[in-house]
């Protein structure tokens, strides 16, 4: 069926978001087309305002809305400990445990030759200007448990065993090609807990 022009385009900006088919946006515009114009106009600017305020920490790669996220500016967390992660979501996915209390380094995606991405285009210089400080005991790899996550681990996990600094890898009760984002809290905590040395 043709919706009337500006909804058949709202429906279309729907659909371009992930994981959101054509059913779930027309629902999604026809429950904008029943907000207010006030309920509306808040609608678009939170979408305006989390593009324009939200940015990479300047230190870890998470997302920020200052120079530096709440978790590296936590005076009361393990700055000696750094876990190592594809993207922000894993973040939220591991702080949701309130398990872990050191800080996040986000690379920004895996080594995918298949998808033209090398390390290069991560964010592990960062890394290990990080880590050149001194401050750093252990190193936790958090990437995902698939090809790309591993090959990703390993390259970083050969590049810091030099620097004489502890570096493992969750122990994973998630399924080989999940994604941390849907793990419960208790299957993170367990992976937490039992992390192994690589």
Known sequence: ???????????????????????????????????SEEEAAEFAGAIISAKQDIHPCEVCGNLSDGEECSICSDAARDKGVICVV???????????????????????????????????Q?????????????DVRELIIATNPNIEG??????????????GIKVTRLAYGVPVGADLEYADEMTLMRALDGRRQI
């Open 122 to 134: 991560l964010r592990i210089k960062e890394l290990l200007s990080r880590i050149s400080t001194g």
């Open 86 to 120: 594809e993207d922000t979501r894993a973040v939220m996915a591991l702080e949701k445990v309130k398990e872990f209390n050191g800080l996040y380094h986000v690379l920004g995606g895996v080594i995918s030759p298949m998808n033209n991405v090398g390390p290069e």
């Open 1 to 35: 069926m043709e919706y009337v022009l500006p909804l058949q385009r709202l429906i279309e900006k729907f659909c371009t978001l992930r994981g959101v088919g054509y059913k779930t946006a027309v629902r999604y515009a026809f429950s904008v087309l029943d907000m």
């Open 150 to 163: 591993e090959t990703t681990a390993m390259y970083i996990s050969k590049l810091v065993a030099p620097l």
